[in-house]
């Protein structure tokens, strides 16, 4: 198994980026996709999420109107577009697929910074 998020960088504020998330290993289209993100001295938080055919997504509040999460199932991949990007933005970025029928499945990607500075 493996998620393969890409895309971070350094950004001055009002910019955007989009990230990325190439899964593989297992399948992708039966998981719901979620993006995560940590920033130093805090916990990790729920960003946004998405279905597994992508119907319904949801976002924190403070990312509502500026981030979009959505997922391409014939390419495994899952992706974070982020307008309008603040200083608090600024944090390590997780992909997260997860699962659950009879046992749970919940895998991590490895993260990418991302850096909101003038």
């Known amino acids: 198994v493996q998620l393969v998020e890409s895309g971070g960088g350094l950004v001055q504020p009002g910019g955007s980026l989009r990230l990325s998330c190439a899964a593989s290993g297992f399948t992708f289209s039966r998981y719901r996709m979620s993006w995560y993100r940590q920033a130093p001295g805090k916990e990790r938080e729920l960003v946004a999420a998405?279905?597994?055919?992508?119907?319904?997504?949801n976002y924190a509040d403070s990312v509502k109107g500026r981030f979009t999460i959505s997922r391409d199932n014939a390419k495994n991949t899952v992706y974070l577009q982020m307008n309008s990007l603040k200083p608090e933005d600024t944090a390590v970025y997780y992909c997260?697929?997860?699962?659950?029928?009879?046992?749970?499945?919940?895998?991590w990607g490895q993260g990418t910074q991302v850096t909101v500075s003038s």
């Open positions: 997260n697929a997860y699962f659950k029928q009879l046992f749970e499945y919940d895998y």
């Open positions: 998405i279905t597994r055919a992508g119907g319904t997504t």
